[in-house]
């Protein structure tokens, strides 16, 4: 047997959790909520909501719009990390 299987070769993976993204409907339109676990969240984000520190290790939400803003070539660009809570609580 001369051929050898390349099946051992990892496939390269695709972004992480993107497949747990859900969409939200909110006042001013959709938006994209992605949960960050807390073993994700490596450093420290401010919360629109509460305008308090999101500390890391906190498992929490990553928001962006589903339709960027004006200027903003990927709506990805313009997420915003949230305290559960507080994306819950918004309107
Ligand atoms: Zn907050």
Not at 6 to 21: C, D, V
Not at 39 to 58: M, N
Request: with cysteine.
């Amino acid at each position: 047997m001369s051929r050898r299987q390349s099946k051992h070769l990892a496939a390269p993976r695709p972004l992480s959790q993107s497949s747990l993204a859900r969409a939200d409907l909110k006042a001013d339109g959709r938006w994209i909520v992605r949960p960050m676990s807390g073993a994700s969240a490596l450093k420290a984000y401010r919360c629109p909501g509460c305008a308090q520190l999101i500390a890391a290790g906190t498992p929490h939400l990553v928001v962006w719009p589903d339709t960027p803003a004006l200027g903003v070539e990927r709506a990805v660009d313009d997420r915003r990390h949230w305290h559960t809570a507080c994306w819950e609580r918004r309107l």
